[in-house]
């Protein structure tokens, strides 16, 4: 045997040990278990990708829209925990607005019905959404805005036209 295939079997038993060890010490497993959402977020940019070098129609933007919002829906979900679901939920309707918006965006010439489609099933599900997250910590957030914007108003901040030369409250 040669050097040069030496060299190639070392590297591959190297290699090989590497794989086992670190399958057993459970790297794998972790990453499977924690990056799996990346995967739907990498096939959902590979079907825009397609669209976008010209090698399919526009009408594969929508499952590339869905998958990609739903990647990340279900990243999050993966990294601070799936009870985020009960309030995320409506992000599933998002991700079917995206992908008709996406389309119609894209296609030529319009389809008819897709951007009212895309528009109103958005709006649905960030409207279902506001209200999923009013049950959280965000109607404390909400609290503090309208405190901080009634108390601009009541500042006179908001106002456009202050007359000049008049001094006080």
């Known amino acids: ?23 057993k010490l459970g790297v794998f497993g972790f990453l499977g278990r924690t990056l799996w959402p990346l995967a739907i977020v990498v096939v959902g940019l590979l079907i825009h990708l397609l669209y976008f070098s010209g090698r399919a129609r526009a009408a594969v933007l929508i499952p590339g829209g869905i998958l990609v919002v739903y990647g990340l829906l279900f990243g999050i979900c993966n990294l601070w925990g799936w009870g985020m679901m009960s309030f995320l939920w409506p ?7 995206v992908g008709a918006y996406e389309y119609y965006l894209f296609e030529s010439p319009k389809p008819a019905g897709v951007l009212p489609f ?3 099933l958005g709006l649905v599900s960030l409207v279902l959404l506001f209200f999923t997250l009013l049950h959280t910590g965000a109607i404390y957030v909400l609290a503090i805005l309208l405190i901080v914007l009634g ?19």
């Open 1 to 23: 045997m040669s050097s040069k295939n030496d060299v190639k079997l070392g590297l591959f038993i190297v290699v090989a040990g590497l794989v086992i060890l670190l399958g």
């Open 91 to 97: 992000v599933l309707l998002l991700g079917i607005a």
């Open 118 to 120: 895309a528009l109103i």
């Open 151 to 169: 108390l601009w108003f009541i500042l006179g901040r908001g106002r456009t036209g202050r007359k000049k030369g008049y001094g006080g409250w």
